[in-house]
């Protein structure tokens, strides 16, 4: 044994010279490959950053591609976020879940700072209404008008959502009694499989109601108007994160689905134009839309717009008067209303934000006499019950909701809707990715989210004296203009009687009032 263990020994040393041989390059691979990374980084031409620090230069588009999560996770405050902050999200979310929405400690806004809003509490409460009111949709030319919810569902397309997010929101308005936009990409089984209403909305490219070469289609426009979930219709001009642009539907992304509900040719990119080509006069928007409601069997239809130039809504409320007919409902989409993709110039400096063109609409409808005849609905960042209070005090009807719906489904704002690789399976057509999220239970969570956000609305309204939304005033919202004064909304903007505008504009409208032109569309 003693002559044994130098000869183990020695077999042993071979055997780790043999292997020591075989593998003496794995611990040169690592530097192998930077060593690669760095000469591919000096040579390339397109980063600068790479050349001049090749290798480490990654760390920065690293921390580039981060930079959204790592904002809102670790250094935003709860109540600075955007588009939406975490407070707004912290409640959707609650809300939609079902557990209290509610904070200890007292506010973390500061209630002095230029812009802040405030409602004014009476000191003669009322009772909470038990069963939240609803709106009659339907003017005098309506031969089927709809009640409608004070909350609805926003625009939002089949393809811009998957399958099975538009499914869990037309079976959680059906379970709460409200209202589901189809968003202009057409209407789809996902939308009419649940059962719940529907606002079928037309945009430029008439998609489901088309001809081959992208015109109106009167046959097929009756035909799917018919269907019984259909309510209303909705013309949609513009829409608040991109006025007057038109949209690309890139060929791969157009589907054997895709292009059934749509009715154009699968694999063929699509092109929706930035304006109608029914009509190109406001009287022209008048007419079209007075057909629409014949077609459709006297269901309501209204148009939806982001305003611009006064000037030009005048022009068809003018067209309206001439007419002698009116739509049901004008649908006003704040600029900062949200969208898959635009151009950021357009969603950052293009359109007038709600609150403007909301006291646009209705000041001219007022004004001409025509507004107990019209519905305003709006939609742009609507998500809690003081947001819906205020819109009222300002004149809407009822409110719509988009992306507060997205987060009741599950939304995390990761802001990756154009990319197809939504992280929730919300606003992508990947179906690996869309799987995932389970219609039962988001459903379930945005029949929830729309009941106690309207709860939460008639709890405030309550608080403020007021029975119904009809008694809602604009004195009854205050704003902060500077850190000494306070205004009312009924002293920061003019606001005009019933039929002012028929009667002698004010000077302030008489130049817009005389200039705005039925036959025209002239800012």
Not at 19 to 28: E, K, L, M, R
Not at 258 to 269: K, Q, S
Not at 351 to 371: F, K
Request: glycine share 10%.
């Amino acid at each position: 044994m003693t002559f044994a263990l130098p000869g183990v020994l020695a077999a042993g040393a071979v055997g780790a010279a043999v292997a020591f041989s075989a593998w003496w390059w794995v611990p040169a691979v690592p530097m192998v490959l930077l060593v690669a990374l760095a000469v591919r980084d000096v040579s390339q031409r397109k980063h600068s950053v790479l050349r001049n620090y090749p290798v480490l230069g990654h760390f920065r588009f690293a921390l580039e591609a981060l930079r959204p999560e790592l904002q809102q996770y670790f250094i935003e405050r709860n109540f600075d976020g955007r588009p939406f902050d975490r407070d707004i999200r912290s409640i959707v979310y609650e809300r939609a879940k079902g557990t209290d929405a509610e904070e200890p400690f007292g506010t973390e806004r500061d209630l002095y700072r230029a812009g802040a809003e405030y409602l004014v509490p009476s000191m003669a409460p009322r009772p909470v209404a038990e069963t939240p009111p609803r709106v009659r949709v339907g003017g005098p030319d309506c031969g089927r008008p709809y009640d409608m919810a004070l909350l609805n569902v926003s625009a939002m397309s089949f393809g811009s959502l998957s399958a099975q997010a538009v499914t869990a929101l037309n079976t959680g308005a059906l379970r709460g009694g409200f209202a589901h936009d189809t968003g202009e990409g057409g209407l789809s089984e996902h939308h009419l499989g649940p059962g719940g209403d529907l606002v079928w909305e037309i945009g430029t490219g008439y998609f489901g109601c088309r001809t081959p070469d992208g015109r109106f289609d009167e046959r097929q426009f009756a035909e799917k108007a018919a269907h019984e979930q259909v309510k209303c219709l909705s013309l949609k001009l513009s829409q608040g994160a991109k006025p007057g642009i038109g949209g690309v539907l890139p060929g791969a992304k157009v589907n054997a689905e895709i292009a059934a509900v749509r009715g154009v040719p699968e694999g063929v990119t699509v092109v929706s134009p930035p304006y109608h080509t029914a009509f190109s006069t406001p009287r022209g928007l008048v007419r079209f839309l007075a057909r629409m409601r014949e077609l459709a069997d006297g269901k309501p239809v209204g148009f939806k717009l982001c305003v611009g130039s006064r000037r030009e809504f005048l022009a068809v409320c003018k067209a309206m008067l001439d007419e002698g007919t009116t739509p049901d409902f004008v649908i006003v989409d704040g600029a900062e209303g949200g969208t898959g993709a635009a151009p950021l110039e357009f969603a950052d400096q293009v359109g007038l934000p709600l609150t403007e063109g909301l006291v646009t609409v209705h000041n001219s409808l007022v004004g001409t006499g025509l507004r107990d005849r019209v519905r305003i609905g709006v939609s742009g960042k609507v998500a809690t019950g003081s947001d819906l209070v205020k819109r009222l005090a300002q004149g809407a009807d009822y409110a719509n909701a988009a992306r507060p719906m997205m987060f009741a489904l599950g939304c995390i704002q990761a802001q990756r809707c154009h990319t197809n690789t939504c992280p929730v399976g919300v606003a992508t057509q990947d179906p690996r990715r869309a799987a995932a999220l389970d219609v039962a239970d988001k459903a379930a969570r945005v029949q929830r989210y729309q009941e106690a956000t309207v709860k939460s609305a008639l709890q405030i309204m309550a608080a403020m004296g007021v029975d119904e939304p009809r008694q809602l005033h604009p004195g009854l919202v205050l704003h902060r203009v500077d850190p000494h004064t306070v205004r009312s909304g009924a002293e920061l903007y003019e606001w005009l009687s019933a039929g002012q505008l028929l009667d002698g504009a004010p000077r302030t409208w008489a130049e817009d009032w005389t200039a705005a032109d039925p036959d025209r569309f002239a800012g």
